[in-house]
């Protein structure tokens, strides 16, 4: 191995306190773990009311089954979000306690109105839940309304409070101290709305795009039912046509990127040096303020950003060393922002190839073994999306917890062994991953073994003439 490339895997810097390095692998396991949840408590539960709608409207038995199997899958994921989302929220003050310190009275507030739409989802997942066969039918479905705006409102509230470290505003800061809290403008920071707007969307793509996998798989094992066909087509449908709106959406945060934060820009398209009619780097990483390994494509980087192959791109070495990201952080973003591209790209393709498939051998979408196979592998990429572009957004403000106001070095524990602490952390995650996915994989069990009709749903088209109070199934 060349001395450049051990320079690139060391360690941290001998400045640095021993803590920095497993408090920020535990901030980003932890996180990492957590966002896959997101998607379906935001997602999943919009899915669950179209179907209900539908069964309701159209007495369709397979929409009303489907809404009720998604209601209980939901309920499992929210219970395990509760838990990784409290433990992330404990860690900003155990891990970087100075964080919390200094500019806890802005980024707490983010923080206090996600508690609001965190309760008010718990209540009312836990009313739609027990509705079913209790509640009259169309009371029923709008007590479930809530529980998807909720889960909106707290992933607005989690995402205003990244964004604002991303771009802070809404103090006033002087001798290192929070003087003045604006805090509508701290929620409703520069880069809040892009964020929100892009995270929100993604969340349809991942969700929509996983659901539809899992009815690819059944159908491809044989279960060509109507039901798994409802399934299949209610999550692909929502996730391909999210799809162009988030490609125009995130075209727009690489130029808001470029003009408000350079530094991340540089790193996002590996430019250590400033200069125009800069390359677009397929790959690669930066040894020695060098990239190496990547295949340039000449001037897109430049008429990406701008429009126009003169197009002027601050370079890595314009930034002050004390300050600059390291080479290792700016070849990790760079390659989690090719990963980010290169999934969405397959996903626009596989988006195509279903609108082909429906146009032209529309009944043959059930049996075209070579799309099921692509469908099933959807979900898998919407997930490698979400996190490389979690990683493009945390790694790219490094080294800042705060862009301009707090490094994440100053900001760090310098107490406790935290490599302990993340040791114990990752046993309990994968104790908790384990224990859910074994309740979600005897949920499934238990519905195959009574069959997709062999469950009676609660006021089926059967009850169409009944008075809207229902019986309860027994």
């Known amino acids: 191995m060349t001395p450049a490339a051990l320079a690139w895997l060391r360690l941290p810097a001998a ?54 199997r998604w209601s209980k899958v939901a309920a499992v994921l929210f219970a395990v979000g509760a838990i990784t989302g409290t ?93 003045d809290v604006r805090p509508a403008q701290v929620f409703f920071n520069g880069a809040f709305w892009l964020e929100f707007l892009h995270m929100l969307l993604a969340a349809y793509i991942v969700a929509g795009f996983f659901v539809a996998g899992v009815y690819a798989v059944g159908m491809l094992r044989g279960r060509r039912t109507p039901y798994h066909r409802r399934g299949f087509l209610i999550g692909f449908v929502a996730a391909a046509c999210v799809l162009p709106f988030q490609m125009i959406v995130g075209d727009t945060i690489a130029r808001h990127v470029f003009a408000q934060e ?14 125009s009619h800069v390359p677009e780097t397929l790959g690669g990483v930066l040894l020695d303020g060098t990239v190496r390994y990547g295949l340039p494509v000449p001037d897109l980087a430049s008429v990406l950003a ?58 043959t979408l059930t049996t075209d ?23 493009t957004t945390e790694v790219g403000r490094q080294p800042w917890i705060v862009v301009g106001l707090l490094l994440t070095r100053d900001a760090v524990t310098t107490r406790g062994d935290l490599w302990f602490l993340l040791g114990a952390v990752v ?11 074994g309740v979600l994989r005897s949920m499934k069990s238990r519905w195959e073994l009574h069959g997709d009709q062999s469950v009676e749903v609660p006021y089926g088209p059967e009850r169409r003439g009944e008075p809207e109070a229902g019986r309860r199934v027994p």
């Open 15 to 68: 400045a640095d306190p021993a803590q920095l390095l497993p408090a920020r692998e535990q901030m980003a396991f932890t996180l990492g773990f957590h966002i896959i949840l997101v998607p379906f408590g935001v997602a999943l539960t919009t899915f669950m009311l179209v179907a209900h709608h539908r069964g309701l409207r159209r007495g369709d038995t397979d929409a009303l089954l489907l809404a009720r």
């Open 87 to 179: 433990v992330l929220s404990f860690e900003l003050g155990v891990l970087w306690p100075r964080l919390m310190g200094r500019y806890g009275a802005a980024v707490g507030f983010p923080f206090a109105i996600e508690g609001l739409f965190f309760f008010t989802e718990a209540i009312f997942v836990a009313i739609y839940i027990y509705g079913w066969d209790r509640m009259r039918p169309w009371a029923h479905f709008w007590s479930g309304v809530p529980v998807s705006l909720a889960s909106v409102g707290g992933a607005a509230a989690v995402i205003a409070a990244n964004s604002w470290m991303n771009q802070p505003g809404g103090v006033t800061v002087r001798g290192g101290t929070v003087v």
């Open 262 to 275: 350079p530094a991340k820009f540089a790193a996002v398209e590996l430019v250590p040096a400033t200069g």
């Open 306 to 363: 701008g429009f126009s192959p003169s197009t002027t791109i601050q370079g890595l070495n314009a930034i002050p060393a004390d300050v600059r990201p390291t080479d290792r952080e700016a070849s990790i973003v760079h390659l989690a922002f090719d990963v980010m591209v290169g999934a969405s790209l397959l996903l626009v393709l596989l988006a195509l190839w279903f609108l082909w498939v429906w146009w032209r051998r529309r009944d």
């Open 369 to 391: 073994r070579w799309f099921l196979r692509a469908a099933s592998t959807g979900g898998i990429l919407a997930l490698a999306c979400l996190e490389s572009g979690w990683v």
């Open 427 to 437: 046993l309990v995650y994968l104790a908790v991953a384990a224990g859910a996915l």
